[in-house]
């Protein structure tokens, strides 16, 4: 079955870095769009950003553009999301995510939190 499986979140002071991981299973990831989500306490759930199948595309929240970037790696079914310059405001659960035949998959979030 599909599996997502995202790694990479912590602590983190303000101005810092983190590189998220997804990891894909349970479908042809390489023919597939992929996007990071995030929700942040009492918010709604937002997308941060996608990729598309082969990296030619990609695109970003407003929020994140110049600080994150995401990239894939197909041979090893993975996704990433590098992170820098964070802000308090960037704490949230992060999600990886992609759809198949109109159906959403998600993976189990990962917690980032950036905090002095």
């Known amino acids: 079955q599909v599996q997502l499986v995202e790694s990479g979140g912590g602590l983190v002071q303000p101005g810092g870095s983190l590189r998220l991981s997804c990891a894909a299973s349970g479908f042809t990831f390489s023919i597939y769009t992929m996007k990071w989500y995030r929700q942040a306490p009492g918010k709604e759930r937002e997308l941060v950003a996608l990729?598309?199948?082969?990296?030619?595309?990609?695109t970003y929240a407003d929020s994140v553009k110049g600080r994150f970037i995401i990239s894939r790696d197909n041979a090893k079914s993975t996704v990433y999301l590098q992170m820098n310059s964070l802000k308090p405001e960037d704490t949230a659960v992060y999600y990886c995510?992609?759809?198949?035949?109109?159906?959403?998959?998600w993976g189990q979030g990962t917690q980032v939190t950036v905090s002095s």
């Open positions: 990729i598309s199948s082969r990296g030619g595309t990609t």
């Open positions: 995510n992609t759809v198949l035949a109109s159906i959403d998959y």
